[in-house]
Structures are given as structure tokens and as C-alpha cells.
């Protein structure tokens, strides 16, 4: 099986997520219930959101605070799965709850293994 990533793209406020802690609260059933059922399958790696705080080291710099594409869009979350249908994990993206925020977005990203010498 293949492993793939799945990175949770959702705009922000200056200082935090556009979504509140009401909105959380109220899409935790959401996300349970769609990660459960990758779980379910024995196709769910790893998952866990983002915290909004970070740093970003470019060379001989520092900058605190996230990086944030345009419309203040950063990755918030991500979800390593496996599979042999890449198919699969595209029809699981476009019901993933993070959707319900504008500017969102689920970016599919196929990881490659490491080269193992033996």
C-alpha cells in the first residue's frame, strides 16, 4: 500500500484560525466520524491539527508567526493514509469537513520511501 498526506488548508485571522473554539467544538463530531471511518478501514496512519503558532527559518533568518499563502491561507492539519486507490483518497478529501471554510482546502501529497540499504 501507498502512503499519502493530506494537508488541511483553511484561512486565518491576523492572530489565529478563522475558526472559533464554538466552531471546533461543533465540528469535532464531524471529524471523529470522517477520520473514524479511515480508521475503520486500517487505512489511517497519523492525524493531528496544527498549532497556529510557529516559526519559519529561511536561511540566515528567523521569522515568528506562520507562514500564510494568499487570502491568509496556511496549513492548519494533515492526515497520513494508506492505499492502493489513490481514487479512494480523493473521494475521502472531498468530504472532509474542513471544507465547510472558505478559502479551505485538502492538498493529496503521495510520500515516497526512503531508499533502504541492505
Known amino acids: 500500500m501507498r502512503e499519502y498526506l493530506l494537508l488541511f488548508r483553511n484561512a486565518s485571522n491576523v492572530d489565529g484560525y478563522i475558526a472559533t473554539s464554538v466552531d471546533m467544538a461543533e ?15 486500517g487505512k489511517l496512519v497519523s492525524t493531528a491539527p496544527i498549532e497556529y503558532r510557529a516559526s519559519v527559518v529561511r536561511n540566515d533568518t528567523v521569522q515568528e508567526g506562520p507562514y500564510k499563502e494568499p487570502n491568509s491561507v496556511l496549513v492548519s492539519g494533515y492526515l497520513i493514509c494508506k492505499t492502493d486507490n489513490e481514487a479512494e483518497v480523493k473521494e475521502w478529501s472531498r ?13 493529496i501529497r503521495a510520500l515516497v520511501p526512503f531508499p533502504v540499504n541492505e
Open 27 to 41: 465540528d469535532m463530531p464531524k471529524w471523529q466520524q470522517w477520520i473514524g471511518s479511515i480508521a475503520m478501514q
Open 95 to 107: 468530504s472532509c469537513p474542513i471544507l465547510k471554510y472558505p478559502f479551505s482546502s485538502v492538498e
